[in-house]
């Protein structure tokens, strides 16, 4: 149960970039299985999870998955992992449309995420799950654009990184004059501001990391909007899709 999978060589093998991924006829607890995902420079690993069964449950106290569960993490570490790391466990789960997962790199670096597959207790019953994998290229082949149903909707903003705390975030300094179309880093602090932003043909834009897949839990981001103090002007925010728990 434990498989590497390489974008290059599938594609010498096959011609094909994605592909599908099953738990073991035998997945008995305890059982613990790593699926290594080697990408190409300039392509995004992406997840998506369709079926579980008999895996875990979730502590609703501590919101965690208690005796098992899938977890797809950045790198090829292969001997632990954290239940603070986002983690999908459920007793019967059909997911339509499925989750989605994925990871991204900077440009020009190949990349490795790891999907875990873990039954942390002695069962009788096997464990399930179904997800596909694919490869998916960043940019399109120019080489200027993200893909349309890819891409970070991120526009007009300037990342700022390490940003800790409200008090870090508004103290910390952009790079003056560089304008950031688009961002594959991990963090999730931005700032506009307004000359960026009606420098383009259309508004800035941000969303949530990963957009439209989900994040690691305990994630707080911030977006800091900066309006030019000379000009009488409004600063408008419209949201094209909202989706937050209702707690």
């Known amino acids: 149960c434990n498989i590497t999978i390489s974008s ?9 970039s994605f592909g599908e991924i ?26 998506q999870i369709y079926r579980i069964k008999r895996l875990g449950k979730l502590d609703l106290e501590n919101r965690r ?8 993490l950045r790198g090829s570490r292969l001997t632990s992992t954290s239940p603070l790391d986002l983690s999908i466990c459920g007793e019967n789960e059909r997911y339509s449309p499925p989750i989605v997962l994925f990871k991204d790199y900077q440009e ?29 290229p960043i940019w399109e082949k120019n080489g200027s654009h993200f893909l349309e149903e890819t891409r970070l909707r991120i526009r007009g903003g300037t990342p700022l990184p390490g940003s800790n705390s409200l008090e870090e975030f508004l103290g910390g300094e952009s790079q003056e004059g560089e304008e950031v179309t688009s961002y594959l880093g991990m963090g ?33 981001c911030k977006y800091l909007i900066n309006r030019d103090e000379n000009i009488n002007s409004r600063i408008r925010i419209t949201f094209n899709s909202f989706n937050l728990p209702p707690k």
């Open 65 to 72: 998955c208690l005796g098992g569960s899938l977890q797809f």
């Open 188 to 220: 999730c602090d931005w700032s506009f501001h307004e000359k960026n932003c009606s420098s383009h043909n259309s508004s800035c834009s941000f969303a949530s990391p990963g957009f439209p897949g989900i994040y690691d839990p305990n994630k707080a």
């Open 8 to 16: 290059s060589a599938m594609r010498n093998s096959s011609g094909r």
């Open 108 to 136: 020009g670096v190949p990349g490795i995420a790891t999907l875990f597959f873990r039954v942390d207790v002695p069962s009788s019953s096997r464990s399930q799950f179904i997800a596909h994998y694919a490869f998916v």
């Open 22 to 47: 099953k738990s073991p006829s035998s997945a008995i607890g305890p059982l613990f299985c790593w699926y290594k995902l080697m990408a190409e420079p300039n392509e995004r690993i992406e997840i």
